[in-house]
């Protein structure tokens, strides 16, 4: 007879019919058509982002800069690319994957990528989920050959 006896307390069990490098392609799916929809510069609604502020009377704004470095001059979070750049799919697994800004700043400067897109979202609406980046990853998964388990 043994002297203890093994006692659960907390089980968890894991149902998911991917595994965490599909979740990751998933993720990167995700990703990739919100930077495409930021650079295209439409907000979570799918709709043309608000125009950049122009500039005072007399003197040149940003969209002024934008457009003299060639850039277009609409609100599309891209003036070096370090910001779009650093949008990766942080973590993944079975459960879920998480997409984010890589906490690393542009040389010479202090602020964050993360920083930078918290605060170009709180002019813009524009880092999200729209109803478009919805219907990517629908497809995705839906692309996604089905595996039915049989009982023997």
Same mark, same amino acid.
């Given at each position: 007879?043994?002297?203890? #006896?093994?006692?659960?307390? +907390? *089980?968890?069990?894991?149902?998911?019919?991917?595994? %965490? &490098?599909?979740?990751?392609?998933?993720?990167?799916?995700?990703?990739?058509? !919100? +930077?495409?929809?930021?650079? &295209? $510069?439409?907000? !979570?609604?799918?709709?043309? %982002?608000?125009?950049? =502020?122009?500039?005072?009377?007399?003197?040149?704004?940003?969209? @002024?800069? =934008? *457009?003299?470095? $060639?850039?277009?001059?609409?609100? @599309?979070?891209?003036?070096?690319?370090?910001?779009? /750049?650093?949008? =990766?799919?942080?973590?993944?697994?079975?459960? +879920?994957? *998480? !997409? $984010?800004?890589?906490?690393?700043?542009?040389? $010479? /400067?202090? #602020?964050? %990528?993360? #920083?930078?897109?918290?605060?170009?979202? #709180?002019?813009? /609406?524009?880092?999200?989920?729209?109803? /478009?980046?919805?219907? *990517?990853?629908?497809?995705?998964?839906?692309? +996604?050959? !089905?595996?039915?388990? =049989?009982?023997?």
């Amino acid at each position: 007879m043994p002297r203890f #006896q093994t006692v659960v307390r +907390r *089980a968890r069990f894991v149902y998911s019919p991917y595994t %965490a &490098s599909e979740m990751q392609g998933f993720a990167q799916v995700l990703a990739d058509t !919100i +930077r495409a929809r930021i650079q &295209s $510069g439409q907000n !979570i609604y799918d709709q043309p %982002a608000a125009p950049l =502020k122009p500039g005072k009377a007399g003197r040149r704004g940003y969209p @002024d800069y =934008k *457009a003299a470095r $060639g850039l277009q001059p609409i609100r @599309d979070w891209t003036w070096s690319g370090h910001t779009l /750049r650093c949008l =990766k799919v942080l973590t993944a697994n079975e459960n +879920r994957a *998480a !997409i $984010g800004f890589l906490d690393e700043a542009m040389p $010479g /400067r202090r #602020q964050t %990528a993360s #920083q930078i897109a918290f605060y170009n979202n #709180q002019r813009e /609406r524009q880092w999200g989920v729209s109803p /478009r980046d919805r219907q *990517a990853v629908l497809a995705a998964f839906l692309a +996604r050959p !089905i595996v039915m388990l =049989k009982a023997a």
